[in-house]
């Protein structure tokens, strides 16, 4: 279904992020995953890609797996890194051909070892133009762009910032999906600025529960920075163990969740890392999963 008509139903929208797994045994553990968190009817989940570009076979392996083998709304991604415009475009075809009918379209992060990003030849500098490119040549498509409560790392210039987020909807885009975060008044402060912007598509709400001081590490390096507070580090610093760790975790993002559900946000996105016992409980915690309801196929 194209996402423009699935978040125009009423109610909180809940979805997942997964990435493409590079080995079978890891495939098999994803699709475990999938199957409990499809129990929670998802409006759509979305397949990431790697840095540079890197997993972009897999991404489009998986998208096309969960195509044929679920019932579930896919959103892929798609980045400008590292590739032109042809190959950006024959990746659509191949999409479109199969029924994919949303993607998400980032300008992405360089590969590593790269300073910054360097646009390929014949390829696309900024994320507008890929939405407009998109928007132009495959004008049926859904489209989802990124949004940065936190502010974007390459963009000090808070200003400058929303005139970049406002030429992406400009160009074509269909909703606003956020970085994950750990206040939500940075969140709010966001959707505020959007307003004023003359931003008017949905915004979604990117969060992603701490599960390990390793995993903290990780959320740090790839939401660029993400800031996490002190309140939630003390509490991270005093925790004996992992398993400790993620019951704080799993307790922040769920008063998080509890707060943005209150304050009728229009979707709410679970960085999920793969895994679904954490989105599981926070599901539980909120009281608002409905019966066991897979959208998977039998097959």
């Known amino acids: 279904m194209h996402i423009a008509k699935v978040l125009k139903k009423p109610g909180t929208h809940f979805s997942f992020e997964f990435f493409p797994p590079k080995t079978e045994a890891a495939s098999n553990a994803l699709f475990q995953s999938i199957k409990e968190l499809a129990t929670i009817n998802p409006s759509y989940v979305s397949i990431t890609y790697g840095a540079g570009g890197s997993t972009r076979e897999l991404t489009r392996d998986l998208v096309m797996r969960l195509q044929r083998e ?46 910054g990003y360097e646009p390929p030849k014949d390829g696309f500098k900024y994320a507008a133009e890929l939405v407009g490119f998109i928007k132009k040549h495959f004008p049926h498509l859904g489209i989802g762009v990124a949004g940065f409560p936190e502010g974007h790392p390459e963009t000090p210039n808070r200003l400058k910032e929303m005139d970049y987020l406002k030429a992406k909807v400009d160009a074509g885009a269909d909703y606003i999906c956020t970085q994950l975060f750990f206040k939500n008044g940075d969140f709010y402060d966001f959707r505020d600025r959007c307003e004023l912007a003359g931003i008017k598509v949905p915004i979604i709400a990117g969060i992603m529960p701490i599960t390990s001081r390793r995993g903290m590490e990780r959320i740090s390096e790839l939401a660029l920075g993400a800031r996490i ?71």
């Open 229 to 299: 507070p002190a309140k939630l580090l003390r509490a991270i610093m005093r925790a004996g163990n992992d398993e400790s760790v993620e019951k704080v975790g799993i307790q922040w993002a769920t008063q998080q969740v509890f707060d943005l559900f209150d304050r009728s946000v229009t979707g709410i996105h679970f960085y999920t890392l793969n895994r679904s016992k954490p989105t599981l409980k926070i599901y539980d915690a909120l009281g608002v999963r409905p019966e066991d309801k897979s959208r998977l196929s039998s097959d």
């Open 70 to 115: 679920t019932h579930l709304t896919v959103v892929a991604h798609m980045t400008t890194v590292g590739a032109t415009r042809d190959e950006i475009r024959r990746l659509l075809e191949t999409y479109v051909e199969n029924g994919i009918e949303n993607v998400m379209a980032l300008r992405g992060d360089p590969p590593k070892g790269q300073a």
